[in-house]
């Protein structure tokens, strides 16, 4: 079984502040999702990063591949409220097998 | 595009009975999901179909759960004599062939009590 670690699990931050959530494996993935969830709604794609060392950014997010794929990071710069959420990485091995998910980074930003 | 529509939202029912939850998937997309999410955890994999069938499921998948995609559009989930443990969310997620990004419903949330 394939196992994708979350750390932190619980991150409070202030506003204005920046943070790093990162996920681990011992396995090499294909691609790896990075979801974001609020309560009482399903999961949405931020990014999907698929070459190793692979650097995206979305606005104030920046989400890193490592190069052995078997890592990521995603970094927020200046937090804001609307950040608040639970953050989850999820790999994919090849096209026919389903994506496995960690167990999620839950961040709150406070004003 | 719709997207992702789960019913009912929420369903209460007591131990023993019997649920059924259904997922319509976007319109064009062949494979279809489902998770079950419980609180503090990422979605865990249940089962998928492409088209109407069912190519995997998980040892979560007891001999108490079905999943059934007749025609390859809607699902449904049915879950004999519940127990307490079903409680959890699930997660009904559609794509275009195997290709990320996977896209989810709003999920059910079952409680058993």
């Known amino acids: 079984t394939q196992l994708l670690e979350q750390s932190p699990q619980f991150l409070s931050i202030q506003e204005g502040e920046n943070l790093t959530v990162y996920c681990n494996s011992s396995s090499v993935f294909s691609s790896l999702q990075w979801y974001r969830q609020e309560p009482g709604e399903g999961p949405v794609l931020l990014v999907t990063v698929v070459t190793g060392g692979e650097v995206k950014k979305l606005k104030r997010l920046t989400f890193q591949f490592g190069d052995a794929r078997k890592d990521s990071s995603l970094h927020i710069t200046a937090a804001q409220t609307g950040d608040t959420g639970l953050y989850l990485c999820?790999?994919?091995?090849?096209?026919?097998?389903?994506?496995?998910f960690g167990k999620g980074t839950r961040l709150s930003v406070i004003a | 595009d719709t997207g992702v529509s789960q019913d009912p939202r929420h369903k209460i029912t007591k131990r023993g009975q019997n649920v059924t939850f259904r997922c319509d998937p976007i319109?064009?997309?062949?494979?279809l999901y489902w998770y079950r999410q419980t609180l503090g955890q990422g979605p865990e994999f249940l089962t998928y179909f492409q088209n109407e069938a069912q190519l995997e499921k998980s040892r979560l998948l007891s001999d108490r759960f079905s999943a059934e995609r007749p025609k390859g559009s809607f699902s449904t989930l049915e879950i004999q004599r519940t127990e307490q443990g079903d409680s959890a969310m699930y997660l009904c997620?559609?794509?275009?062939?195997?290709?990320?990004?996977?896209?989810f419903g709003n999920g059910t949330r079952l409680t058993v009590t």
């Open positions: 999820a790999g994919e091995n090849s096209g026919n097998t389903p994506l496995v």
């Open positions: 997620a559609s794509s275009f062939d195997q290709g990320p990004p996977l896209h």
């Open positions: 319109s064009e997309h062949n494979r």
